[in-house]
C-alpha cells in the first residue's frame, strides 16, 4: 500500500495527509471515477539522493465527469481543486486535472505522452516510473487508517 511504504517521516506523512484530504475534496465533489498517477520527488529516495525531504507530490487526476456537470459548473462550484495555486498550498499537491470521455481523443493521447515523457526519468536523466491509484473512495479509510498508524496527522 502506498501510505505503508511512503509514510517514512513526517514531511511524507504532512504530503501523504494532503494527498488523502486532496482526494476527499474530489470525492465530495463527486469526482469517484477513474485514476490518478502520482509522481515527483516524493516518489524518489530524494532524503538520500538530495539530502532533503520532498516538499509535495506531483497528481495528475484523469476522471469522469460526476452526474449534473459539465467542466464549466464544476470549476465554478470546485474551482479550488483546479487551480494550482490553491492544491499546492492547501495539499501539497501540484495537482492537474484530466478529463476522461471527451470526444479530443487526439489530444488525450498527446496529453498522455507529456506526462510520460515528463515522468519517465528524474532531473539527471536516470529512467524511473510513477504510480497510478484508483479514485474509488472505498480504499482511502483504509489509506487513512495506515497514516494513522504510522503516527500521521489527526483531523477532527
Request: a negative charge; aromatic letters at 12%.
Amino acid at each position: 500500500m502506498l501510505v505503508d511504504r511512503f509514510s517514512t517521516s513526517p514531511e511524507r506523512m504532512i504530503i501523504l495527509d494532503g494527498l488523502l484530504r486532496f482526494r476527499t475534496a474530489l470525492h465530495q465533489a463527486g469526482i469517484v471515477s477513474g485514476f490518478q498517477w502520482l509522481d515527483g520527488s516524493f516518489l524518489e529516495d530524494v532524503e538520500t539522493q538530495e539530502n532533503r525531504p520532498p516538499n509535495d507530490m506531483d497528481v495528475v487526476t484523469f476522471f469522469y465527469m460526476p452526474q449534473g456537470y459539465d467542466q464549466r459548473s464544476l470549476v465554478h462550484q470546485h474551482g479550488a481543486l483546479f487551480d494550482s495555486k490553491q492544491t499546492k498550498a492547501n495539499f501539497a499537491m501540484d495537482a492537474y486535472p484530466v478529463v476522461l470521455g471527451n470526444p479530443t481523443d487526439e489530444w488525450q493521447v498527446r496529453n498522455v505522452n507529456y506526462w510520460y515523457s515528463m515522468w519517465s526519468h528524474r532531473r539527471d536523466g536516470v529512467w524511473k516510473g510513477f504510480v497510478q491509484v484508483d479514485l474509488d473512495p472505498a480504499q482511502d479509510a483504509d489509506a487513512r487508517a495506515m497514516l494513522n498508524l504510522h503516527g500521521g496527522i489527526h483531523h477532527d
